[in-house]
């Protein structure tokens, strides 16, 4: 069941409608972790911060049962730092600010009490950083789940399409699947996509939920409806957590197994998306996530009778 | 079970990335009877035809059981014209022609046969007209099923809003239910316009599904990943068409009995959209239909073992 994270930890300065926030601790490996942290103990963390990350933070993941002794952190540099202004429907967004600081020439190391793990999650990272993260493990992992984005589809789809074929499972979104593939159905995609390596691929639509797909299969997981989406900072990488955590808490990775695995992942996320940043993970109970995901359960629930 | 569907029936010319037709049948209650024609017989067409009607489609309409007592037949006038190009998403398009022809002062006539039909669906039609076939219906039928579009909500809103008022079931899509609410949040958007009268509001997604909210509880139906949509015209018609077909044919007017109802329209729309306008509602077989239901069970199953 051991897990191991990667990813950026950084800072995020995010304007919604709802507000906007000042510098606040973001990153794919933080939400993961976090995420991740509600169904598996300990959680692996391997990322790079710089002397001016909060220390605050580094302790909750600790009290959490995260590790940072892959953490690195650089003391006379700076944490990477993003900052985005999201739009009226919440789907959209632009970036005010990248400063990619401690990220620029970030080289992960593995600590020796890393190594072995049966589960990894590489969270979106140049693809080349990535692929060294799997060339640094002793062994490969029972499973490799890989987020990416279209940045690097724009700027290095050969390295990129390199560490896809390595991978066992893809996480993307919709319009990452149409501009990876170059086709429009969905469908055509994932076959496309799975050609390239995967044997899973989840297609993420936000708000409209998530497909799985392998082989000639296909599975749907709806997003919960919600009465406000406060800030979808941070959803899709929560998403990832509670989806690589349910599967290294079960062992499961069939088919089957990673069915539950989305639906605990999306009910994750809709937790996420109810306040700014992290605050809203910080601090669950396990009787809110299982009445959470029961509400996944109610919402797709029909007996039918054929016609 | 007797059932009554009221609506335009038109001529289309269509044009998506895959090819273009020449004037072909179509209008709401076209896609609607069809569709509904494979759960319950007869289905009571209310329409108005112009002379230049195809009478090949009437012959195909009697065919399979759907009574044309209630189209009047204007022989010195055309019928409703409606052309438009969608874009290479599919899920946009834009207007070329519209021609209201017979449309424009259409008074529905109710046969005495249609009286005291338990089930109305009301296809998108002016609300004014809507309504007269409400006040000529000697007695209120079980269940009233009405749908809209944007058009109405841009024109005529109090009109529309005093017609809503005295249905059980509204179905529009998204941005049409954040249109007449006025509220972005698909959940708030629901309570708003539950609290004009219906008590179930249906909200379809398109190729992302649809909701169904009744007082505090919603249920997601998603939409089949499909190959190829081919042309999505009456989609959301043969959506409605299966849904208030199968409530007749069942009768099960519970929020569970429309559960069961979405997902078989759901199934019929994924048909329509595999051919150019109503070439794929022709002539269905029952196998096929139940298959395809089967489909979007598979689609949304799973075992939830809570974490």
């Known amino acids: 069941m051991s897990l191991v994270v990667v990813g950026s930890m950084a800072f995020d300065a995010l304007e919604t409608p709802f507000g906007k926030t000042d510098k606040i601790v973001g990153g794919a490996a933080t939400?993961?972790?976090?995420?991740?942290?509600?169904?598996?103990?300990?959680?692996n963390v391997v990322s790079v911060v710089?002397?001016?990350?909060?220390?605050?933070?580094?302790?909750?993941?600790?009290?959490?049962?995260?590790?940072?002794?892959?953490?690195?952190?650089?003391?006379?540099?700076?944490?990477?730092?993003?900052?985005?202004?999201?739009f009226n429907d919440m789907n959209s967004r632009e970036t005010l600010v990248t400063e990619l600081n401690v990220l620029g020439d970030f080289d992960p190391i593995i600590p020796e009490s890393y190594q072995n793990c049966e589960y990894l999650?590489?969270?979106?990272?140049a693809p080349q950083v990535?692929?060294?993260?799997?060339?640094?493990?002793?062994?490969?992992?029972?499973?490799?789940?890989?987020d990416t984005m279209n940045f690097w589809m724009d700027i290095a789809m050969d390295e990129l399409q390199k560490t896809?074929?390595?991978?066992?499972?893809?996480?993307?979104?919709?319009?990452?699947?149409?501009?990876?593939?170059?086709?429009y159905s969905l469908v055509k995609a994932a076959?496309?996509?799975?050609?390239?390596?995967?044997?899973?691929?989840?297609?993420?639509?936000?708000?409209?939920?998530?497909?799985?797909?392998?082989?000639?299969?296909?599975f749907f997981a709806p997003a919960l409806p919600l009465e406000e989406v406060f800030d979808p900072t941070g959803a899709g990488d929560t998403f990832a957590?509670?989806?690589?955590?349910?599967?290294?808490?079960?062992?499961?990775?069939?088919?089957?197994?990673m069915k539950r695995a989305i639906i605990h992942g999306?009910?994750?996320?809709?937790?996420?998306?109810?306040?700014?940043?992290?605050?809203?993970?910080?601090?669950?109970?396990?009787?809110?996530?299982?009445?959470?995901?029961?509400?996944?359960?109610?919402?797709?629930?029909?007996?039918?009778?054929?016609?």
Chains 1, 2 share one sequence.
Request: with cysteine; charged share 25%.
């Open 31 to 43: 939400y993961i972790s976090l995420s991740a942290s509600y169904f598996v103990k300990p959680v």
């Open 50 to 86: 710089g002397g001016d990350f909060d220390q605050d933070h580094i302790n909750l993941m600790h009290q959490r049962n995260i590790s940072t002794e892959g953490v690195q952190v650089k003391e006379n540099e700076k944490s990477f730092f993003w900052s985005g202004r999201y």
């Open 121 to 125: 999650m590489l969270g979106n990272l």
């Open 130 to 146: 990535q692929r060294t993260v799997l060339e640094r493990l002793n062994n490969r992992p029972k499973l490799i789940v890989m």
């Open 164 to 183: 896809i074929g390595m991978v066992d499972v893809l996480s993307i979104n919709d319009e990452e699947a149409r501009q990876l593939s170059g086709e």
């Open 191 to 218: 076959r496309k996509i799975m050609a390239m390596g995967p044997k899973f691929l989840i297609i993420k639509k936000g708000e409209h939920g998530a497909l799985l797909f392998h082989e000639d299969k296909v």
């Open 241 to 257: 957590g509670g989806f690589i955590g349910y599967i290294a808490k079960t062992g499961d990775i069939s088919f089957d197994g």
């Open 266 to 307: 999306s009910a994750m996320a809709s937790f996420c998306v109810e306040k700014f940043g992290t605050e809203r993970l910080k601090n669950l109970g396990q009787q809110e996530i299982d009445q959470r995901v029961q509400q996944f359960v109610n919402l797709v629930a029909f007996d039918t009778v054929l016609s």
